[in-house]
C-alpha cells in the first residue's frame, strides 16, 4: 500500500474516533460511537499490517502476541466489577503509558525502521518527539501505577509528604528538560536512558503527595497525558491517526480534570501540589462531642420515606465501597410502589473518578433519566421532603455556603439541608476527606442512620 | 520556500485539540466514565508503532533488542485495546432509559 493512502486511511481512523467520543453526547447514540472506535481501530491495524509489505515470520509473532494482549484485556474487561472501575481506569492509562515508553526506545534503538535516520545521527525533530513521547509516556506509566495502588487500598490513600518535595520534584523537572537538550546535541544512549529513568521516578513523586478524594482529578490528569505522550510518538512515526488521537485524548483528560477541580472550588495546582485542610483538623474535632445529633433507626427512615411525596437520593463514594447500589435501587422500587417519587443528585466529584456513580447506578439498572448532576437538581431540594444521603459527606456540607474560613468555603454542594427532613447514612461521626466536621449532622431536621450503608439499606428495605 | 511536512502534522495536531476541546464539551456528564475507557482504547492507537518496531528485523532475527520492546508494546497496547472497548461496551449497555 503506498504512503499516501495509508495516510488516508490513517485520517479516516481518525475521523472516526472523532465520532466514537461525539456518540457520548447521549447514551442512545453511545454505543453506537463505541462501534466507530473500533471500527477506527481495525482499519488502522490493517492500513499499518498492509503498509509493512513486510510479511517475514515476524508477521505470525505479532499475530500470536496481539491475541495475548487481546485475550487478556477481554478477560479483564469481561470479569472486572464495576466498583472496581476507578483503579481499571488507572491501570489501564500506565499500559498506554508503558506501551509510549517502548515504542520510543524502539525508535532510538533502531530509527531506520521508522524512517528517522540511523543510530547516532536521529533527524533533531524526530529526536525531540521521541524523547517528549517517551518522558511523558514514562511519567503516566509510574504515576497511574500509583494512582492504581491507592485506588485498590493496597497502597494507603493518606498523602505522602516530605519536606522538600516540591524542591526535589523542580529540580527532577529540570533535570528532564537538561536530559533532552543533552540527548539532541550528544545523541548519547546514556542520556536516553537516564530520561527514561527520571521519568519514571518524577510520576511516582507526582502522585504520592494527593490524596484518596483527589483522585478524580489525578485520573483525569493520568489520562490527558497518556494522550500527550500518543501525540508525540504520532509526531515521531509521522502518524496522523496517532496525532489526532493523542490531541483528542491529551485535551478530553484536561478537560475532566478541569471540571473535576472546579466540582471542588480548586485549582489545579493546589490539587497537585497535595494535602487538603489538614491543618484545622484537630480543631474541628474537640467540639464536636458537645453537639447532640438525632440518631435513628431503619423504621424511622422507613416510616418517613414511605410517607413523603418525594426523596432525592444523594450518593457518595461511600456507597461504591459498601456495594449499596443494588440495595438502593430495591429500596426505590418499594418507595415508588407506594407513589413516591424518587430522583438521584450526584455532585461532579462524589466517588473515585469522573461518573463514577452513574456507572454503578446504571449497573444497578436505574434509569439514567432519574440520575441528575448537581446543577439540574439543587433547585428541587427546598421542594423536597426527604434527602437521602448514602455515603456521600464534604459535598453536602452547608459550611461551604456559610464559613468563609473553611477550607471547603465556595466549593459547589448539594442543598441537601433545605430538604425537609434528611437521613444521613454513615458509619460514625469521623469528618469526611477535607478533615472537616459536617454541619448538617447536628440539624433540626437530621437523623443520623449509624450503620454501613448496604445493611443500613436493606434494611429499610425489610420495614417498607 | 517549502513548508516542513512537520508544520502540517502540527497543523493537524492543534486543530485534533479544538475538536476535542468541543466534542468533549458535549459529553453528557453522566458518560464520564466511559469517556476515560473509551479514550483510554483509542489512545491505544499506538499499536501501529508497536507493529512497525516488531516486524523491523529480518527473516532471521525476529528477536532483536528493539523488536522485542515493540512486541512487549503489542501485548501492553492490545490489552488495553480490547479491555478499553469492550469494558465500554458493557458499561454503555447498562445505561436504560425509564420503562414508560
Same mark, same amino acid.
Given at each position: 500500500?503506498?504512503?499516501?493512502?495509508?495516510?488516508?486511511?490513517?485520517?479516516?481512523?481518525?475521523?472516526?474516533?472523532?465520532?466514537?467520543?461525539?456518540?457520548?453526547?447521549?447514551?442512545?447514540?453511545?454505543?453506537?460511537? &463505541?462501534?466507530?472506535?473500533?471500527?477506527?481501530?481495525?482499519?488502522?491495524?490493517?492500513?499499518?499490517?498492509?503498509?509493512?509489505?513486510?510479511?517475514?515470520?515476524?508477521?505470525?509473532?505479532?499475530?500470536?502476541?496481539?491475541?495475548?494482549?487481546?485475550?487478556?484485556?477481554?478477560?479483564?474487561?469481561?470479569?472486572?466489577?464495576?466498583?472496581?472501575?476507578?483503579?481499571?481506569?488507572?491501570?489501564?492509562?500506565?499500559?498506554?503509558?508503558?506501551?509510549?515508553?517502548?515504542?520510543?526506545?524502539?525508535?532510538?534503538?533502531?530509527?531506520?525502521?521508522?524512517?528517522?535516520?540511523?543510530?547516532?545521527?536521529?533527524?533533531?525533530?524526530?529526536?525531540?518527539?521521541?524523547?517528549?513521547?517517551?518522558?511523558?509516556?514514562?511519567?503516566?506509566?509510574?504515576?497511574?501505577?500509583?494512582?492504581?495502588?491507592? #485506588?485498590?487500598?493496597?497502597?494507603?490513600?493518606?498523602?505522602?509528604?516530605?519536606?522538600?518535595?516540591?524542591?526535589?520534584? #523542580?529540580?527532577?523537572?529540570?533535570?528532564?528538560?537538561?536530559?533532552?537538550?543533552?540527548?539532541?546535541?550528544?545523541?548519547?544512549?546514556?542520556?536516553?536512558?537516564?530520561?527514561?529513568?527520571?521519568?519514571?521516578?518524577?510520576?511516582?513523586?507526582?502522585?504520592?503527595?494527593?490524596?484518596?478524594?483527589?483522585?478524580?482529578?489525578?485520573?483525569?490528569?493520568?489520562?490527558?497525558?497518556?494522550?500527550?505522550?500518543?501525540?508525540?510518538?504520532?509526531?515521531?512515526?509521522?502518524?496522523?491517526?496517532?496525532?489526532?488521537?493523542?490531541?483528542?485524548?491529551?485535551?478530553?483528560?484536561?478537560?475532566?480534570?478541569?471540571?473535576?477541580?472546579?466540582?471542588?472550588?480548586?485549582?489545579?495546582?493546589?490539587?497537585?501540589?497535595?494535602?487538603?485542610?489538614?491543618?484545622?483538623?484537630?480543631?474541628?474535632?474537640? &467540639?464536636?462531642?458537645?453537639?447532640?445529633?438525632?440518631?435513628?433507626?431503619?423504621?424511622?427512615?422507613?416510616?418517613?420515606?414511605?410517607?413523603?411525596?418525594?426523596?432525592?437520593?444523594?450518593?457518595?463514594?461511600?456507597?461504591?465501597?459498601?456495594?449499596?447500589?443494588?440495595?438502593?435501587?430495591?429500596?426505590?422500587?418499594? #418507595?415508588?410502589?407506594?407513589?413516591?417519587?424518587?430522583?438521584?443528585?450526584?455532585?461532579?466529584?462524589?466517588?473515585?473518578?469522573?461518573?463514577?456513580?452513574?456507572?454503578?447506578?446504571?449497573?444497578?439498572?436505574?434509569?439514567?433519566?432519574?440520575?441528575?448532576?448537581?446543577?439540574?437538581?439543587?433547585?428541587?431540594?427546598?421542594?423536597?421532603?426527604?434527602?437521602?444521603?448514602?455515603?456521600?459527606?464534604?459535598?453536602?456540607?452547608?459550611?461551604?455556603?456559610?464559613?468563609?474560613?473553611?477550607?471547603?468555603?465556595?466549593?459547589?454542594?448539594?442543598?441537601?439541608?433545605?430538604?425537609?427532613?434528611?437521613?444521613?447514612?454513615?458509619?460514625?461521626?469521623?469528618?469526611?476527606?477535607?478533615?472537616?466536621?459536617?454541619?448538617?449532622?447536628?440539624?433540626?431536621?437530621?437523623?443520623?442512620?449509624?450503620?454501613?450503608?448496604?445493611?443500613?439499606?436493606?434494611?429499610?428495605?425489610?420495614?417498607? | 520556500?517549502?513548508?516542513?511536512?512537520?508544520?502540517?502534522?502540527?497543523?493537524?495536531?492543534?486543530?485534533?485539540?479544538?475538536?476535542?476541546?468541543?466534542?468533549?464539551?458535549?459529553?453528557?456528564?453522566?458518560?464520564?466514565?466511559?469517556?476515560?475507557?473509551?479514550?483510554?482504547?483509542?489512545?491505544?492507537?499506538?499499536?501501529?508503532?508497536?507493529?512497525?518496531?516488531?516486524?523491523?528485523?529480518?527473516?532471521?532475527?525476529?528477536?532483536?533488542?528493539?523488536?522485542?520492546?515493540?512486541?512487549?508494546?503489542?501485548?501492553?497496547?492490545?490489552?488495553?485495546?480490547?479491555?478499553?472497548?469492550?469494558?465500554?461496551?458493557?458499561?454503555?449497555?447498562?445505561?436504560?432509559?425509564?420503562?414508560?
Amino acid at each position: 500500500m503506498s504512503a499516501n493512502l495509508s495516510a488516508i486511511f490513517y485520517l479516516l481512523s481518525g475521523i472516526l474516533f472523532i465520532l466514537a467520543l461525539r456518540g457520548l453526547s447521549s447514551p442512545e447514540t453511545s454505543r453506537q460511537g &463505541n462501534l466507530f472506535g473500533i471500527i477506527g481501530m481495525t482499519i488502522a491495524i490493517l492500513v499499518t499490517f498492509l503498509s509493512i509489505n513486510n510479511f517475514n515470520v515476524g508477521f505470525i509473532y505479532v499475530l500470536v502476541f496481539l491475541l495475548i494482549g487481546g485475550s487478556i484485556g477481554a478477560f479483564i474487561a469481561f470479569r472486572i466489577p464495576m466498583t472496581a472501575m476507578p483503579e481499571l481506569v488507572a491501570g489501564f492509562h500506565s499500559l498506554v503509558g508503558l506501551a509510549a515508553v517502548f515504542v520510543a526506545i524502539s525508535a532510538f534503538l533502531k530509527p531506520e525502521a521508522f524512517n528517522l535516520g540511523n543510530v547516532g545521527n536521529i533527524k533533531l525533530a524526530s529526536l525531540i518527539e521521541m524523547s517528549l513521547g517517551a518522558a511523558i509516556g514514562a511519567i503516566t506509566f509510574s504515576g497511574s501505577i500509583i494512582a492504581f495502588l491507592k #485506588l485498590r487500598g493496597i497502597m494507603s490513600g493518606a498523602p505522602i509528604v516530605f519536606k522538600g518535595q516540591h524542591l526535589i520534584n #523542580l529540580i527532577l523537572g529540570l533535570a528532564i528538560i537538561f536530559l533532552i537538550y543533552y540527548l539532541c546535541s550528544t545523541q548519547s544512549s546514556s542520556m536516553f536512558w537516564s530520561l527514561v529513568a527520571i521519568s519514571f521516578l518524577v510520576g511516582v513523586l507526582l502522585i504520592i503527595p494527593i490524596g484518596g478524594a483527589d483522585m478524580p482529578v489525578v485520573i483525569s490528569m493520568l489520562n490527558s497525558y497518556s494522550g500527550w505522550a500518543a501525540a508525540g510518538i504520532g509526531f515521531t512515526l509521522e502518524n496522523t491517526a496517532l496525532i489526532i488521537t493523542g490531541a483528542l485524548v491529551g485535551s478530553s483528560g484536561a478537560i475532566l480534570s478541569y471540571i473535576m477541580c472546579k466540582g471542588m472550588n480548586r485549582s489545579f495546582f493546589n490539587v497537585i501540589l497535595g494535602g487538603w485542610g489538614a491543618t484545622d483538623q484537630s480543631s474541628t474535632s474537640q &467540639n464536636k462531642e458537645q453537639k447532640p445529633v438525632k440518631n435513628g433507626n431503619a423504621d424511622d427512615a422507613a416510616f418517613l420515606m414511605k410517607n413523603a411525596s418525594s426523596v432525592i437520593i444523594v450518593p457518595g463514594y461511600g456507597m461504591a465501597v459498601a456495594q449499596a447500589q443494588h440495595a438502593l435501587r430495591e429500596m426505590v422500587d418499594a #418507595l415508588k410502589k407506594n407513589g413516591v417519587k424518587v430522583s438521584y443528585a450526584i455532585h461532579p466529584v462524589a466517588g473515585r473518578m469522573p461518573g463514577h456513580m452513574n456507572v454503578l447506578l446504571a449497573e444497578a439498572n436505574v434509569p439514567y433519566d432519574e440520575v441528575f448532576e448537581l446543577e439540574e437538581i439543587n433547585n428541587d431540594f427546598a421542594n423536597c421532603d426527604v434527602a437521602y444521603v448514602i455515603g456521600a459527606n464534604d459535598v453536602t456540607n452547608p459550611v461551604a455556603k456559610s464559613d468563609p474560613q473553611s477550607p471547603i468555603y465556595g466549593m459547589p454542594v448539594l442543598d441537601v439541608e433545605k430538604s425537609k427532613s434528611v437521613l444521613f447514612v454513615k458509619r460514625s461521626l469521623s469528618p469526611g476527606y477535607a478533615g472537616i466536621d459536617n454541619d448538617l449532622f447536628y440539624r433540626d431536621n437530621t437523623l443520623m442512620l449509624f450503620a454501613d450503608a448496604k445493611k443500613m439499606t436493606e434494611e429499610i428495605v425489610k420495614s417498607l | 520556500m517549502e513548508i516542513d511536512p512537520f508544520i502540517f502534522r502540527l497543523s493537524i495536531f492543534i486543530l485534533s485539540i479544538f475538536v476535542g476541546y468541543y466534542v468533549v464539551w458535549s459529553v453528557t456528564p453522566s458518560l464520564h466514565t466511559p469517556l476515560m475507557s473509551v479514550t483510554n482504547a483509542i489512545s491505544s492507537v499506538i499499536i501501529v508503532g508497536a507493529i512497525i518496531a516488531a516486524l523491523a528485523g529480518s527473516s532471521e532475527v525476529v528477536f532483536e533488542t528493539s523488536s522485542i520492546f515493540g512486541f512487549l508494546a503489542i501485548i501492553l497496547a492490545a490489552v488495553n485495546i480490547f479491555g478499553g472497548f469492550l469494558v465500554t461496551q458493557r458499561m454503555l449497555q447498562m445505561y436504560k432509559k425509564k420503562k414508560k
